[in-house]
């Protein structure tokens, strides 16, 4: 159920956007969604339909593109991808080191917009 919130808030921005652009009409979204998330993309569609009706972004598509899971290595500053079928046992290529930060793969954010 968080979808509908994520993209009423993902509208919000859409909206402003286009209000401050002189946009008559938004046709696709691209949005890069990280593969951490849980977020389905089938639904945040469906709830952007039903939320953008009678607003300029009333039929837009959303193009969504997976963002991989990349991690980095503190002890040798290596940044590297894995599956998420790897992140509980994930440990740096190149150093063997275990202690490894999220760089992307989690968030969502919008990459640009095609309008009218």
């Known amino acids: 159920m968080h979808e509908l919130q994520i993209t009423e808030s993902i509208l919000n921005v859409v909206l402003r956007h286009a209000g401050q652009h002189d946009v008559s009409k938004v046709v696709r979204i691209h949005l890069r969604v990280g593969e951490l998330s849980d977020l389905v993309d089938e639904w945040i569609q469906h709830y952007f339909n039903y939320l953008s009706r009678g607003t300029l972004a ?3 598509e959303l193009a969504i593109v997976r963002v991989p899971i990349v991690l980095r290595c503190p002890a040798c500053d290596l940044s590297f991808q894995i599956g998420k079928d ?15 930060e999220l760089v992307s793969g989690r968030g969502y954010f919008i990459e640009n917009m095609e309008v009218l």
Do not use: R
Request: net charge neutral.
């Open 58 to 60: 009333q039929e837009a």
């Open 86 to 100: 790897q992140l509980g046992a994930a440990v740096c290529p190149t150093c063997a080191g275990s202690k490894v």
